[in-house]
């Protein structure tokens, strides 16, 4: 975080102006009095600790914002939206925090749920996301994107459940390899090994 001339406040990288309250209080000085020093230097010194003031301002919403805060004010976010760091890069945990946001305001729609999911997977994973009623208050969320990690699954799986409507049942299907690996004859872990092997006896 770097505050750069008398009241431009930037974070990573974004960058807030503030309203500048000395060049407008001095651009509101009647035509007598804007030639005056002391009228004008008075004026300076009474609007220069605003300055400070709205410097605070901008950096409290800056740190505040899921899309820009990092460090220790995407983690203090996190605790605010109820979620704890569980990563150490920044980006990650800020897909979740969004994620959780997104839980926070969820309604248990098909449309909050797929969302949910792409905010936790991220542009990282690159596929397909298919969500359908399986009736009997069943819902079925099928990720066929790249190999999704464990610790992303877990987490995807504890934001979803908790977004969803009370007494529905989601069930959650993903892959930790890639399906272009898991659903081949001739190499890697395809229908007769590794993988699926348990699964096909």
């Known amino acids: ?37 002391i009228i004008n230097g008075v004026l300076q010194c009474v609007l220069t600790s605003v300055v400070a003031l709205e410097q605070s301002i901008a950096r409290t919403y800056a740190q505040r914002s899921a899309n820009i805060a990092t460090g220790q004010s995407l983690t203090i976010l996190g605790k605010l939206v109820g979620r704890a760091r569980t990563t150490t890069i920044d980006d990650d945990f800020r ?14 729609t098909f449309e909050n749920i797929l969302s949910i999911a792409l905010l936790v997977l991220g542009t990282t994973y690159t596929g ?25 699954a877990s987490i995807l799986n504890t934001l979803e459940q908790a977004a969803v409507a009370v007494g529905v049942r989601l069930v959650i299907e993903y892959s930790p390899l890639s399906p272009a ?19 096909l006896g």
């Open 95 to 108: 897909r979740y925090v969004r994620a959780q946001i997104a839980v926070n305001n969820s309604q248990g």
């Open 1 to 37: 975080m770097s505050i750069t001339g008398s009241f431009n406040v930037s974070i990573g990288n974004a960058s807030f102006q503030p309203v500048d309250p000395v060049a407008i209080g001095t651009s509101r000085l009647p035509v007598q009095f804007k030639n005056l020093p």
């Open 128 to 152: 397909t996301y298919t969500l359908h009623n399986e009736g009997t208050a069943t819902a079925r969320l099928t990720v066929l994107a790249s190999a999704v990690t464990d610790t992303a």
């Open 181 to 199: 690996t898991v659903f081949t004859l001739d190499a890697g872990p395809g229908l007769d090994n590794g993988f699926l092997a348990t699964a």
